[in-house]
């Protein structure tokens, strides 16, 4: 994905409502097709994110029934990563897509490939420098039908967690999603399966260094 760039007063609130959507727009080319409907959760604010073609619009939605995938993270961990992204962009890729590679995850090809995996996974970081201090953050996707339980980011299927020195290793392109599920600074916990699942949907779209 294209390390993007995003206005100095975005928001989390801003950041699913107006930024995603217009990047959506921007990015993914002309004749793309499928659809999908995306519920995105950060604390308690609840976004339905809906993609067709190079068209998507969000709005605030506190059921998110009907979605093909959703993602919850706490606020703490929205703003930590907005911050880098303005900042020191520790948490963006430097590998950028080249020639007909998607540029944004809300790509039709991408969500074409997620969605199709059943079950939940939890990825974390576990030393995040946040205000000077190692902090744990992480986020929690769910498709199929863990996507129906109310409180799938409770207890996900599978759990992975690694460092940030490994997590830009990937972000450089220098190790894939399903090499790194062997790597010796990832563990993961719960149904590896449901990690390997999701590593494999996004792996052909991580571009090399």
């Given at each position: 994905m294209l390390a993007l760039s995003i206005p100095a007063?975005?928001?989390?609130?801003?950041?699913?409502?107006?930024?995603?959507?217009?990047?959506?727009?921007a990015h993914v080319p002309a004749g793309t097709r499928g659809k999908s409907r995306i519920g995105v959760t950060i604390d308690r604010a609840s976004w339905a994110l809906s993609v067709d073609g190079i068209s998507a619009t969000a709005t605030e939605d506190r059921d998110l029934d009907g979605c093909d995938f959703r993602l919850h993270t706490t606020r703490a961990a929205a703003l930590a990563f907005i911050a880098d992204w303005l900042g020191p962009k520790t948490l963006l890729p430097t590998a950028l897509p080249t020639g007909d590679l998607p540029r944004v995850p809300t790509d039709p090809r991408i969500l074409a490939r997620v969605t199709a995996v059943t079950g939940s996974l939890e990825l974390a970081l576990r030393d995040l420098d946040i205000g000077g201090k190692k902090t744990r953050v992480s986020i929690v996707i769910a498709a199929g039908s863990a996507t129906k339980k109310k409180y799938f980011y409770?207890?996900?299927?599978?759990?992975?967690?690694?460092?940030?020195?490994?997590?830009?290793?990937?972000?450089?392109?220098?190790?894939?999603?399903?090499?790194?599920?062997?790597?010796?600074?990832v563990t993961v916990s719960g149904k590896k399966l449901v990690a390997m699942q999701y590593a494999f949907a996004v792996a052909p779209f991580q571009p090399k260094a």
């Open positions: 007063d975005t928001t989390p609130e801003s950041l699913i409502r107006d930024v995603l959507p217009r990047e959506h727009k409770e207890e996900p299927d599978a759990v992975v967690e690694t460092s940030v020195a490994t997590y830009k290793r990937i972000l450089a392109g220098k190790l894939t999603p399903d090499a790194a599920l062997a790597d010796g600074d």
